[in-house]
């Protein structure tokens, strides 16, 4: 008999929400954003990376806010 796995399992054809639809979600869960994440987002946003430099840049931000504690 086969086993069947109902856990979730990471998907490569994930979903990417946009900019305001994310901001639409976490204005419902009453979750809002810093003024620098704003300012991040925009900068980014005008330097017109490619999502997976959009990535690192605010994977670099949050790694080195974690090594200055």
């Known amino acids: 008999m086969k086993k069947i796995d109902k856990g979730?399992?990471?998907s490569s054809s994930g979903v990417?929400?946009?900019q305001?639809?994310?901001a639409a979600?976490?204005?419902v869960e009453g979750i809002g954003l810093s003024a620098?994440?704003?300012k991040r987002?925009?900068?980014l946003?005008?330097?017109k990376l490619s999502a997976d430099d959009q990535r690192s840049e605010v994977i670099?931000?949050?790694q080195d806010a974690k090594t200055r504690k």
């Open 60 to 62: 670099r931000v949050y």
């Open 41 to 43: 987002l925009s900068d």
């Open 45 to 47: 946003k005008k330097r």
């Open 16 to 18: 990417v929400l946009g």
């Open 8 to 10: 979730l399992k990471a």
């Open 36 to 38: 620098a994440s704003r």
């Open 25 to 27: 979600i976490t204005a």
């Open 20 to 22: 305001r639809t994310f």
